[in-house]
């Protein structure tokens, strides 16, 4: 059974848009700094975001991602959101959140062997 889940992804054409979830079956995600991650066949593991626990209210980008992507929560579905605008075809990948699960939850410099991962949602930017 799966502890963490991404969901959301799917194919678009260039110039969309998704948002995808990371969602938590038996712990809170509130409480830590969830990482977003994604990998290209045949590339490296490529950090994308971060963004704190809640009670820091706080996020970090890489600088490829910035002005296209937004990471946030809804705690209430215990849900960590990646929203993608402007997708390109270079977005294509498998698309993971971690959690590190070092307290309380600041968000570091994506170097980290995160505690938590999902299994991936797959993205494809295809005309």
């Known amino acids: 059974q799966l502890r963490i889940v991404e969901s959301g992804g799917g194919l678009v054409q260039p110039g969309g848009s998704l948002r995808l979830s990371c969602t938590a079956s038996?712990?809170?995600?509130?409480?830590?700094?969830i990482v977003w991650f994604r990998q290209a066949p045949g590339k490296e593991r490529e950090a994308l975001s971060c963004?704190?626990?809640?009670?820091?209210?706080?996020?970090v980008y890489v600088d490829s991602v910035k002005g296209r992507f937004t990471t946030s929560r809804d705690n209430a579905k215990n849900t960590v959101y990646l929203q993608i605008n402007s997708l390109k075809p270079e977005d294509t990948a498998v698309y993971y959140c971690?959690?590190?699960?070092?307290?309380?939850?600041?968000?570091?410099?994506?170097?980290?062997?995160?505690?938590?991962w999902g299994r991936g949602t797959q993205v494809t930017v295809s005309p």
């Open positions: 963004i704190s626990s809640s009670t820091y209210d706080s996020t």
């Open positions: 971690a959690v590190d699960g070092r307290l309380p939850g600041v968000c570091g410099g994506f170097d980290y062997s995160y505690d938590w």
């Open positions: 038996d712990f809170t995600l509130d409480d830590y700094a």
